[in-house]
């Protein structure tokens, strides 16, 4: 009698993993190509680790923060090469997510100031449009 799988050991099929991620066949053949995931294969089935489903989820969270993914390789490959150099891995992903951090700040001071000036010019608009309804009465 063999044990029953864990979580850990089950595979998943490519509509599992697109049902679990929410992303479409076509987003995790394009990480497969990039190499950042990396299935099984039996036949023209493809099968999804426990490995591939916690690469995966960094990967989306990495997107979701703006990191490229060549960021993302190096990060993962960094933990990939030696399980114990978690200590490296932390550091750069901090130094990553401090400068992506940075980025994200300034183009959000950049869009406070466009919206501000949006506004400026909108409510020059409708004070314009205000007069020239008024001149018409």
Do not use: H, N
């Amino acid at each position: 009698m063999t044990a029953p799988k864990t979580a850990k050991e089950d595979l998943l099929t490519i509509r599992e993993m697109c049902a679990a991620f929410e992303v479409t066949p076509r987003t995790l053949r394009f990480y497969e190509a990039k190499e950042l995931l990396s299935p099984i294969r039996r036949g023209t089935a493809r099968f999804y680790t426990y490995r591939d489903r916690a690469r995966l989820k960094l990967i989306l969270r990495g997107k979701r923060f703006g990191f490229s993914l060549e960021d993302i390789r190096q990060l993962l490959d960094m933990y990939d090469r030696d399980g114990r150099q978690q200590e490296a891995q932390l550091r750069r992903t901090f130094e990553v997510a401090q400068e992506r951090l940075a980025q994200m700040q300034r183009q959000r001071a950049e869009l406070d100031e466009a919206i501000a000036e949006l506004q400026d010019q909108i409510a020059w608009g409708e004070g314009m449009l205000a007069a020239f309804q008024k001149a018409a009465e």
